[in-house]
């Protein structure tokens, strides 16, 4: 029986995850099962709790302790103050791709654009950019069905409409259709990348949507900035979130592609993490 579930959490989770995330998982798990705010969590207004809600604690604490991602338990996160909803079949998104999306936002120059989003997964990029432009006609694409259904139900969750498609841009892809934006952030961590990489991640979330091989690792941006040569208008626009190991190579590659502009842009936390490059 959880008679105070802050004690219970703090005693199960010890030694899996530091002190201050314990705290803040804590504070996340109270405030979605029971409710509760933070002013309630401190006052510790514990007695009403239901044995569904102190069940329903038991069991994420058993995922948290096999580091399964609290997302992937509440099946749904935040992104862009937008809810999506998640599962294994897709990425969770980062607050990196949430810089990418705000760098094409306050870039867009365009009236009703057409954007495309290669390799969608949950759709947030295409939702939130389909959601913050006037106008904006916005294509998905990507190769799992899996993830073009997690992808629809939250564009319909949004209310917003979203052509998508399933492409598998390593084969043929559509050509009936260009556009003014194409974005992408697409698999880029290399296979010898995985030992730095946590239980949670490798575990849990789809590794066709992480890993690329140590023999190309940028086999993705290769074919996306090919792909984008053709559907992309005159002085059109590329935006990559890459990986900030490969930065300088990718900005060479689009380069020698013949692309204009080409910029690479750090994220908050000082790492090169995203390219805009022209047609």
Known sequence: MINDPI???????????????????THLILNEVCG?????????KFSDLSDAQRKKIQDIAFRLKKYEPLQYIFGKTEFFGMEFEINPSVLIPRPETEELVEWILLENDSINPRILDIGTGSGCIAIVLSKKILGAEVHAWDVSSEALSVAKL???????????????????????????????????????EK??????????????????????????????SDIALQKLKK????YFEINRLYGREIVEMLKNKGFSQVELKKDISGNDRMIRARK
């Not at 509760?36 to 510790?44: E, Q």
């Not at 949004?158 to 934006?181: G, H, L, W």
């Open 154 to 192: 939250n564009a319909e969750k949004n209310a917003v409409e979203i052509f998508f498609r399933q492409v598998d841009i390593m084969q043929i892809f559509p050509a009936d259709i260009v556009f003014d934006i194409i974005v992408s952030n697409p698999p880029y961590v290399a296979e010898n």
């Open 235 to 238: 002085k059109g626009k590329l």
């Open 36 to 44: 509760l705010s933070l002013p309630d969590i401190a006052t510790c």
């Open 195 to 224: 030992q730095e990489m946590g239980k949670n991640v490798l575990d849990f979330e789809p590794p066709e949507a992480l890993f690329v091989s140590d023999d190309f690792p940028l086999v993705f941006y290769d074919r996306i």
């Open 7 to 25: 004690v219970y959490l703090r005693n199960e989770l010890f030694g899996f995850y530091a002190s201050e995330e314990i705290k803040r998982l």
